[in-house]
């Protein structure tokens, strides 16, 4: 028999609508989930039990009296620790916030709450969220729930981690190279990185850009799009922000494969990827490629892309810590030190140059898509590595120039800013999930979000291609 946390949250609101399933039977489950299971894998670092199980008794009250019931009511979230949460914990992954206690949600956590959703607890992540392994000296490495001596990705990885294993059935993230993508696919979890101010993040350290971004996380494409009905809204708070109806992510709109043009590429043309990868992509696309109208091997124009990620990385970094860089001691996450260093270094002839080449990339990228409707690439450029292991300092014998330049495949996407959804797609050659990136065109994120799901209904009926799930058992032992 299924437990409760196992449902999807699609599943387990409808039961929560129709009576046959208690917010707090729900809430137990994931509870009971989080403490057999999180001394393995260190996904959930600071846990809001109490006032979580006030709020599901609230919730199956609500539901017994008849009340209309938001789109989460009594569905139980986790929320990376990098988003403050009232009353809750909220550490940034750094050991300078270690008792810092928020006394006010950040805009996406008041939206969850507003929707129905409970607060579970907070998830893993690397200090300040700089880097694709979550990592901190708070809290130690998250661990893969495949395999407990890899990474499980970065920066949402504990949002990946307990999504995979059950502690909850929506988690929340945010992504700048790749931070929602990377964990979802080291995890056989779903991600959708919005198009720019979809979301809107109150948060942001940079008026206008196409890096940082929130998303919702799940274990299907139909709870991340339910999930991004309470997270997409207006905000005047942010300049990316604009009208849209979150509604209509409520159920994920019917696409027909057979009609679309769908382009193919191993690595977007940029991006160092392990010929492990390259196999792995090939063979799963050989099984579904037939599904679409036109199916081709095609790379867009993204020549510089890399290097205009990393020196437009540097203005985001030098805005978020510059202020309080000299606080940081020898401990601090490298990333940011590192990152930080470079960014002040940088030539602002360079950096100009980098803002004229992303737009002139964008538009490229947007001609390019005038002969396909979606492309589909894969989810990372590697299989998990050691999760004591910073970063991948090399791939097949190449060395990486810096930290992210092993994330070419979801930071090139990053400068463009298009929707993507990060879609498990069975295993690689490691026994760890292996996923790919389905990218829309600008602004059509549930569209690009209803051909993920058409590809997942192909995915579930084929063992090759369904998404994997670990060994909660032999985690719990």
Not at 1 to 29: F, H, W, Y
Not at 332 to 346: D, F, G, H, I, K
Request: aromatic share 8%.
């Amino acid at each position: 028999m299924t437990d409760p946390c196992d449902l999807t949250a699609v599943d387990a609101r409808r039961l929560i609508g129709d009576k046959r399933l208690s917010p707090v039977e729900l809430l137990e489950s994931c509870i009971a989930r989080i403490e057999s299971v999180n001394p393995a894998v260190n996904a959930m670092v600071t846990k809001a039990y109490d006032r979580a199980r006030e709020e599901a008794k609230a919730a199956e009250d609500a539901v017994m009296s008849g009340d209309e019931l938001p789109p989460l009511h009594g569905l139980p979230v986790g929320i990376k620790d990098l988003d403050d949460t009232d009353g809750i914990r909220t550490t940034y992954g750094s050991m300078l916030y270690k008792d810092n206690i928020p006394d006010e949600d950040e805009q996406v956590v008041a939206a969850a709450r507003h929707a129905g959703g409970i607060i579970i607890g907070k998830t893993n992540t690397p200090e300040f969220g700089a880097g694709g392994n979550t990592n901190n000296a708070l809290f130690g490495p998250t661990r893969n729930p495949f395999n407990t001596e890899l990474t499980c990705g970065g920066s949402s990885g504990g949002s990946g981690v307990a999504l995979a294993t059950g502690m909850a059935p929506l988690c929340q993230g945010s992504d700048t190279g790749g931070s929602l993508r990377l964990p979802a696919t080291f995890n056989g979890v779903v991600a959708h990185r919005p198009s720019p101010g979809v979301v809107p993040a109150g948060c942001r350290d940079v008026a206008y850009t196409t890096y940082q971004t929130q998303g919702p996380m799940a274990r299907t494409v139909a709870d991340a799009s339910l999930f991004l009905t309470a997270l997409a809204e207006r905000s005047a708070v942010d300049p990316m922000s604009f009208p849209l109806d979150p509604m209509q992510f409520l159920k994920v709109q019917d696409v027909d494969l057979g009609s679309l043009r769908v382009a193919f590429s191993e690595d977007l043309g940029c991006a160092p990827t392990a010929q492990s990868v390259r196999r792995t992509f090939r063979e799963r696309v050989a099984l579904f490629h037939s599904a679409f109208a036109v199916a081709e091997d095609k790379d867009p124009d993204f020549e510089g892309i890399l290097d205009v990620f990393w020196l437009l990385r540097g203005i985001y970094m030098l805005a978020k810590h510059n202020e309080r860089i000299d606080q940081y001691g020898p401990e601090l996450n490298p990333n940011v030190r590192s990152n930080y260093e470079a960014a002040t270094q940088m030539n602002i002839t360079d950096v100009g140059w980098a803002a004229k080449q992303q737009l002139v990339l964008y538009q490229k990228f947007q001609t390019w898509f005038e002969d396909y409707d979606v492309l589909i690439c894969p989810g990372v450029t590697v299989t998990p590595f050691p999760f004591d292991q910073l970063y991948p300092t090399e791939i097949d014998g190449a060395p990486m120039e810096n930290y992210v330049h092993w994330a070419g495949l979801t930071s090139s996407l990053t400068v463009m800013g298009n929707p993507v959804v990060a879609l498990p797609c069975g295993y690689d050659e490691s026994g760890t999930p292996f996923g790919i990136q389905v990218v829309g065109k600008p602004y059509q994120d549930r569209f690009t979000l209803g051909v993920a799901h058409a590809l997942e209904q192909i995915f579930n009926s084929n063992s090759t291609l369904k998404r994997p799930a670990p060994d909660i058992a032999k985690l719990a032992s």
